[in-house]
């Protein structure tokens, strides 16, 4: 007898962390591989931060915290938000959860009856649509193109929205582009949708700190959009600090407030622990994330400079994050002595058995032509994964 729900029958497994998982296997079968599958940078938490953790446990924060979060770091998170992005959220608008993926359940959830539609803009980070699917809601899909990095047009959005559209969410920087929407492009979008009253936009923002343009800009701070953007962030990525699993939103009050009955409902609050460091991390040094992020930019450049010089392979500047989104629809078709290569799927599978090399396919994004490389990773290790990917592509014909 199959016991299962419809509900998680129908919610499809993170193709991030299955491909991760893939390589995982292969490694534990004495391969060599390289993973450049996953969204985690490789540095380690900064030595500050780690040092506030260890001075919490010292002070006796082991106990059950606030469901929104401490006061201090929610504190903290406001004045964040009105020193880095210009937005005025209080300390009461506030959620802080466990990862930004919990932030962005905890809204959906919320926000979402059976059938409303939520303008997603593609290529989309994984999760997206399976929270939109599962909280009862319809993905309504908005492709960017490559030529445009990825971006979405005004006009496209325009003709997206209607009657039905509870919500639109992006991500700037893009994951899994890198793409950085410019102040007039945003500017564009948010007057397209402050037209229509009924729509909440999320804009998840977790990779602002690795933005090579110099200019990060946050949709929530321009007035046609007061009090109708709930601004998802959190300390994975600038931060490094992925295994800490803290996210956090800045929203409308009343939205706020259902988080946080949903959120109490669920997980309750944050690790205490992790929250301590968190403080530090607001509060303290910015200089680790700038190195981290001067890297990722030497990184970028590496990587792109190799893909240009594969043929077959179309690239485009990524401005933010850590990762590539090359076109590899040159391939499709083509074979090797072992493999058939039919689409992005092919593709990733052929890299990691044929190469040793984890990507992710780009079908996982909602961008069948691409696949997507993370650049989160050492120099040395890079030029070899290049080096393998490179070998394999030319054993396709």
Known sequence: MDLLSSRIKNLSESETIEMAKKARALAAEGKDVINLSFGEPDFNTPNHIKEAAKKALDEGYTFYTPVSGYPEL???????????????????????????????????????????????????????????????????????????????????????????????????????????????????????????????????????????????????????????VVTVNGFSKGFAMTGWRVGYIGAPLWLAKACDKMQGQ????????????????????????????????????????????????????????????????????KSSANYQVNDANDMAMYLLNEANVSIVTGNAFGAPKCIRISFAAADEVLVEALDRIELALSKLK
Not at 293 to 315: Q, W
């Open 266 to 333: 669920f997980t309750s609050g944050t690790n205490s622990i992790a929250q301590r460091a968190c403080i530090e991390a607001l509060n303290g040094t910015m200089e680790p994330t700038k190195e981290m992020s001067a890297a990722y930019l030497r990184r970028r450049d590496l990587v792109l400079k190799r893909l240009e010089a594969i043929p077959g392979v179309k690239t485009y500047l990524p401005k933010g994050a850590f990762y590539i989104f090359p076109d590899v629809s040159d391939y499709f078709g």
């Open 74 to 228: 929610r504190e903290a998170i406001s004045n964040k938000f009105k020193r880095d992005n210009n937005l005025d959220y209080s300390s009461e608008q506030i959620v802080v959860s466990t990862g930004a993926k919990q932030s962005l359940a905890n809204v959906f959830l919320c926000l979402l009856n059976e059938g409303d539609e939520v303008v997603v803009f593609a290529p989309y980070w994984v999760t997206y649509r399976e929270i939109i699917k599962l909280a009862g809601g319809v993905p309504v899909y908005v492709d960017g193109e490559i030529d445009n990095e990825f971006k979405v047009l005004p006009e496209q959005l325009k003709e997206a929205l209607n009657d039905k559209t509870k919500a639109v969410v992006f991500s700037s920087p893009s994951n899994p582009t890198g793409g950085v929407y410019s102040r007039e492009e945003l500017n564009e979008l948010a007057d397209i949708i402050a037209e229509h009253k009924n729509v909440i936009v999320v804009a998840d923002e977790i990779y602002e700190y690795i933005n090579f343009t110099g200019d990060h800009v946050s949709i929530g701070s321009f007035d046609s959009l007061k009090d109708r």
